[in-house]
Antibody, heavy 120, light 107 residues
Framework: QLQLQESGPGLVKPSETLSLTCRVS??????????WGWIRQPPGKGPEWIGM???????YYNPSLESRVTISIDTSKSQFSLKVNSVTAADAAVYYC????????????WGQGTLVTVSS | DIQMTQSPSTLSASIGDRVTITCRAS??????LAWYQQKQGKAPKLLIY???TLESGVPSRFSGSGSGTEFTLTISSLQPDDFATYYC?????????FGQGTKVEIK
């Protein structure tokens, strides 16, 4: 079963850039069966889909975040990354990476999540 | 964006109860709906996709139904491990959105 693990700073200053990485193991990040996605969840709220990337680099983003978000992939390192520019307190959340099974469009494997706090 | 509204927000139930959670979409999503279970401090876990297909390894007491704008998640006989928060999510069109959640508590 695929395993995903997020990593990155847990504290980001307002107006700076949030950067997270998700490492994929027990499977190939270059599989044509999966997209690789980011989802976040503010404390006490429902999850929010941020976007996703295919091994070829093709991306889909949530329009509400698209102007500030970049998702990239490094197949040689079996990892994909998320950058969110110009963060505010509203970007504070638990950030999850997940695999999207493209056949059925289901998020079938998730990382454990990483909490990002926005504060000076 | 398509809005997903779950009801109730909180549900109190006893072991063995039949539990039903409703998710309504602001427009038709045909059957492009998933259900997740989330326990405190953990990632969501996929239970059902395409409205009614049970994810591998998920107990058969969970079932999903519906199409168009109204969907239900049913737990036929509530077990101690089922006390958690449940979310629906549509994937009919971008952006994909989640409901606000239904917390299932011990009565």
């Amino acid at each position: 079963q695929l395993q995903l693990q997020e990593s990155g700073p847990g504290l980001v200053k307002p107006s700076e850039t949030l950067s997270l990485t998700c490492r994929v193991s027990n499977g190939s990040i270059s599989s044509n069966s999966y997209y690789w996605g980011w989802i976040r969840q503010p404390p006490g709220k429902g999850p929010e889909w941020i976007g996703m990337i295919y091994y070829s680099g093709s991306t889909y983003y949530n329009p509400s975040l698209e102007s500030r978000v970049t998702i990239s992939i490094d197949t040689s390192k079996s990892q994909f990354s998320l950058k969110v520019n110009s963060v505010t307190a509203a970007d504070a959340a638990v950030y999850y990476c997940a695999s999207l099974n493209w056949k059925d469009l289901r998020f079938d494997n998730w990382g454990q999540g990483t909490l990002v706090t926005v504060s000076s | 964006d398509i809005q997903m509204t779950q009801s109730p927000s909180t549900l109190s139930a006893s072991i063995g109860d039949r539990v039903t959670i409703t998710c309504r979409a602001s427009q038709s999503i045909t059957r492009w709906l998933a259900w997740y279970q989330q326990k405190q401090g953990k990632a969501p876990k996929l239970l059902i996709y395409k409205a009614s297909t049970l994810e591998s390894g998920v107990p058969s007491r969970f079932s999903g139904s519906g199409s168009g704008t109204e969907f239900t998640l049913t737990i036929s006989s509530l077990q101690p491990d089922d006390f958690a928060t449940y979310y629906c999510q549509h994937y009919n069109s971008y952006p994909w959105t989640f409901g606000q959640g239904t917390k299932v508590e011990i009565k």
